[in-house]
């Protein structure tokens, strides 16, 4: 899942800031506030994406952004893209 969201970032040209957590020491942790962030989710949570510093959410929701048309003008507004 983590793929699919970073594809699509990159097929838009823009250039995502990518926190592997199975890579950090501190991954089991951050993961753990990452799901009280989305309310307590007990499904895995990542990726959880935020944007401009506003938490966007777990990958439904960012596929769900990018259908409806409130991607672009979020990453717009966070000057991630120029288009």
């Known amino acids: 899942m983590c793929h699919a969201v970073k594809r699509l970032f990159c097929g838009m040209g823009v250039h ?3 926190h592997e957590l199975d890579l950090d020491p501190r991954g089991r942790d951050l993961e753990r506030a990452l799901a009280c962030l ?3 989710a007990a499904a895995p949570v990542v990726p959880v994406v935020f944007i401009g510093g506003r938490l966007v ?3 439904d929701r960012v596929m769900a952004a990018h259908i409806n048309g409130s991607l ?3 990453l717009k507004e966070a000057g991630a893209l120029w288009l």
Do not use: I
């Open 16 to 18: 995502p800031t990518v």
């Open 38 to 40: 989305l309310g307590g």
């Open 57 to 59: 959410g777990a990958m």
């Open 72 to 74: 672009v003008p979020l």
